[in-house]
């Protein structure tokens, strides 16, 4: 079992920054691809940005240049860097982790999410 933990929303307005922590209760980002997804109400989540296990990052199109995905092995945390941000950022953002055995079943781990609104 792996438990996750979120922090760091809350409320900014137009063009500030946030960063988002979500903190791994063991040590698994050696396997595990760490993800944030956002939802609003009445939408599915979607995807912000991924790492792999092995450093390869990926972004939705809507974040690209905007936001940062980094992790810290030592405090088993991963981040999000978000600049520029937009109301249309305003959502929930829920920290994944996942691991799919090349035998075996997929490990797969939420986090209990953090609000995060953009508004003036």
């Known amino acids: 079992q792996v438990q996750l933990v979120e922090s760091g929303g809350g409320l900014v307005q137009p063009g500030g920054s946030l960063r988002l922590s979500c903190v791994a209760s063991r040590s698994i980002f050696s396997i595990y691809t760490m993800t944030w997804y956002r939802q609003t109400p009445g939408k599915q989540r979607e995807l912000v940005a991924a790492?792999?296990?092995?450093?390869?990052?990926n972004y939705a199109d809507s974040v690209k240049g905007r936001f940062t995905i980094s992790r810290d092995n030592a405090k088993n945390t991963v981040y999000l860097q978000m600049n520029s941000l937009k109301p249309e950022d305003t959502a929930v953002y829920y920290c994944?982790?996942?691991?799919?055995?090349?035998?075996?079943?997929?490990?797969?781990?939420w986090g209990q999410g953090t609000q995060v609104t953009v508004s003036s």
């Open positions: 994944n982790a996942r691991w799919t055995p090349l035998m075996g079943t997929t490990s797969n781990y």
């Open positions: 790492m792999a296990s092995g450093g390869s990052t």
